[in-house]
């Protein structure tokens, strides 16, 4: 997961790198109450390169100019990418302009110092002409920055607060646990003034459960960056987000999309696509495949686009008496809550406020008869049978069947 620029800069600050004072806009009228004095930089933020090829980036010296200028960013896309917030930044004159960075090098699994003397658009076709790499092969020690700093050439002064950069990205990439700080460029003004004007960072996803902070700021990302309110609710899993009425629940990446590939093979049109195998990635609370099932249900079944919820679960990683458990208390929790609906709307066949999906079943393993047998006493609160198949080629049809039924699209 990478940061867009202004939360890039939010981490650089509280770790204490120097960057220009600037403002978040979520919309033009916010260029009003500006609290930086002119002349200011507008940036699109957008997780997409070259904004100011494309027009992302402006210079404005009044209030007028800035807005008209929002106006047009915020309506921009950038490689098929809307911003949804822009930066407006103090402008800064350099005299030099320097790329660092921190990453984990998978090859030599260790973190490597990068630097460079020409930042921007860098030609990472000769970069390793002209890229300098120290790695930290022991405990980091400011031995290390300052060996960066001398590869790189630098010289005076210059060495000491690059070096000071450089110390303090490295503490931000541990800390964190991130795959890559990134600054590009680092500004150098004429008096010697060192300033991050740009840069960017990559956060290790696995990691994100052990920082609760990392974890609530995917969350909003996702939720602003998502238009489904289902796929909102459930965060930032393993999700594919499609818009048709079949709903498939998974335990691996590989059953999914297989499971995917035949719906539409078979003429059905899938719709959330979830694989439940991992947690989210930002629960930093424990959670189990059984709980996990539980929350995808509830929701998925509160989503009335979907009408049928095609569950092909295989392997150890779900044993079919717990798959059937969870399925018997989702039901008889759905059954209660709907019954006092039906009952207020005094016979009215209008029951779209019930709407409960169709679910087809496939499961695999030595418990199946018996969790077929017990799936098969349920009752749903729409009376409709839950189907239960061992075989996912006939589940898969069902399914298809189910959402292309117009006497159940009539009735829900």
């Not at 699109?44 to 106006?71: C, P, W």
């Not at 350099?94 to 921007?120: H, I, K, N, S």
């Not at 959670?287 to 539980?294: A, D, G, H, P, Y």
């Amino acid at each position: 997961m990478d940061l867009l620029e202004y939360q890039v800069k939010e981490w650089l600050a509280k770790i204490g790198i120097p960057v220009l004072p600037s403002q978040r806009i979520d919309h033009p009228t916010d260029l009003k109450r500006l609290k930086i004095s002119y002349p200011i930089v507008l940036k699109s933020q957008v997780h997409a390169g070259e904004r100011a090829k494309a027009g992302g980036v402006r210079f404005v010296e009044t209030t007028i100019d800035a807005i008209a200028a929002a106006q047009n960013i915020f309506h921009l896309p950038i490689l098929g990418e809307l911003p949804q917030v822009l930066l407006a930044e103090a402008k800064y004159d350099t005299e030099q302009e320097f790329y660092l960075a921190v990453v984990l090098d998978t090859a030599v699994c260790r973190p490597v110092l990068l630097g460079c003397t020409e930042a921007d658009d860098i030609d990472w076709e000769s970069a390793s002409e002209k890229m300098q790499h120290v790695v930290v092969e022991q405990e980091f020690s400011p031995f290390y920055a300052r060996r960066l700093a001398l590869k790189m050439g630098l010289q005076g002064a210059l060495i000491q607060s690059v070096s000071t950069v450089i110390e303090k990205m490295y503490q931000l990439f541990v800390e964190k646990d991130l795959d890559l700080v990134e600054i590009n460029p680092l500004g150098v003004s004429s008096s010697g003034q060192v300033m991050a004007l740009n840069g960017n960072i990559s956060v290790n996803e696995r990691a994100i459960g052990r920082h609760s902070d990392m974890a609530q700021l995917t969350t909003k990302m996702v939720k602003n960056y998502t238009s489904s309110e289902t796929i909102r609710n459930l965060g930032d899993w393993d999700v594919v987000e499609m818009h048709g009425k079949i709903a498939i629940l998974g335990n691996g990446a590989g059953s999914v999309m297989a499971t995917l590939d035949l719906v539409v093979n078979t003429g059905g049109k899938p719709g959330v696509c979830l694989n439940l195998r991992h947690a989210s990635v930002t629960e930093t609370s424990p959670s189990t495949f059984r709980t996990r099932l539980e929350k995808a249900l509830k929701n998925l079944s509160a989503d009335k686009s979907i009408q049928v919820i095609l569950i092909n679960f295989l392997g150890s990683i779900s044993q079919a008496g717990e798959v059937s458990e969870v399925i018997g208390n989702f039901v008889e929790n759905s059954t209660l809550e709907v019954k006092p609906y039906m009952a207020r709307s005094n016979g009215n066949k209008n029951r779209r406020e019930s709407h409960f999906p169709r679910l087809v079943v496939r499961l695999a393993g030595s418990e199946f008869e018996t969790a077929r047998k017990y799936i098969a006493t349920l009752k749903t609160p729409t009376d409709g049978s839950i189907v239960v198949v061992e075989n996912l080629d006939e589940a898969v049809a069902e399914a298809v069947r189910l959402a292309k039924s117009t006497a159940y699209n009539r009735r829900f």
